[in-house]
DNA sequence: TATCTGATCTTTACGATGTAAAGATAGGGA
DNA sequence: TCCCTATCTTTACATCGTAAAGATCAGATA
């Protein structure tokens, strides 16, 4: 009797085989020659087990079905194992939207470096930025969903510092300045506070569907990244009324 | 024995005096002649109360405490109550998101009513917008993060629709154009697409602390309004290098 | 006027979650 | 060989959302 936790947690060797980098190799243990793979005690990886299952989790359960016990379960693990490594559930959701982030950056970069002529390297950038977004919206979800984060800690706050350059800095090439690290002009805060906004806020919009009502008026078939285009490219046309 | 719930839910009688809003008066029922107002079982006007309670919990304790539970303790009920006015936890939330997009709309209209000069009459609405935000931190989160909001409910869809509608509108007006109700040009589509993902990712990463960076670096003193001026009124420059 | 009905609110119950604390299990140095 | 410590599991508890059944009351009905 007394049995709090109904549903079985940590499910020792009836799910998936579990274990499925046993890359180290270093730890046959004593039980070496046992064909079985019997889910040994210590899973040697399994911090990075965690985050790999997480990210599994959140493609296929979305945000709401990320939760720690869930993570563990995908893992094969006890459900309180997660605590270990991470902490609490602030702790996995930092190191996975660490995880985002270098993923971010590096999807930038390689479209930066793609691209040829000057228009397409000015429009690489944001374009990489709202196609990842799309292809992993929980991981953007999560990246940009502070209340949840800790950016104290390192490997969150580095990556996201990585991020952060990388955009300030493409602004300056863009304005043919140099953006010297420690100080900022309000002229130059203000380009690199508009394109960050225009890139994120669209990004934003886009995945919580508030631009379907515009896509839908516009000329038949024009997708959002055209949309993004045009948004970047158009010139500004203000004329105020008297 | 078998005492489930051990924090008194209810609280019958043990906290703050509940129905600070008597209103419709209409509800002495027989008990009348009795001074200690003794928490009628029926409330009379649980839903606005509710609703009102909901704002307050938000404010105090944040999006983390806004929960059912929180919201039927402070307007002092049990905690099953809001569920019949609300069906569940995604009613309230969206009910109380529609709240704030009318507080929000209302904050907007009386904003550009006041503004007297055409250039302050373009920022007006974009300050107006920020502002709130930075007033109404918890309202405008519930608001945008759509992930437990259900927008198939009348007064949420309106109020928000609304919302789109009066800045489509100031768009519009400061292209000098007709705005057409069902079809947009590009370009139309473009300016306001522009314009609400700038403004929008603007508040969304000054409330969660992502602009601190560049504001530190910024000319002593300047604040997110006069950033926000900046980019919305500084030609972009944009000289393409060969 | 007496009764009935439906809306409103409370009680009780259940599964799920985050987290803390104590126990089990090895891997690696003494 | 033995023990220490990191790793993982068990157990436990408070809280949350939600469902279902019971209590209460206002107003319609007879």
Redesign the pocket.
Known sequence: M?K????S??A?GSRTPRRTTPSAA??G??RAGNAKTE??????A??EALLQAAERVLERDGLAGL????V?REA??????P???F????GLLSELAAVGFRQFNAAMASACDTATTPLARALARPKAYVAYAQAHPGMYGIMFRTERLDYSRPSLHEAAEASFAGLANAVGMMRQEQISGDALTLNQGAAIARAWSMVHGFTTLLLDGRLEDILGRLPEGTTAERLLEAMLTVPVTTKLPA
Chains 1, 2 share one sequence.
């Open positions: 007394a709090t936790d109904t549903k947690d940590t020792r270093s730890r243990s004593r889910t040994p005690y210590h899973h040697g399994l911090r939760t720690l016990r869930a563990a094969g693990v006890s459900h309180a194992a605590t270990h490594h902490g609490d559930l602030t």
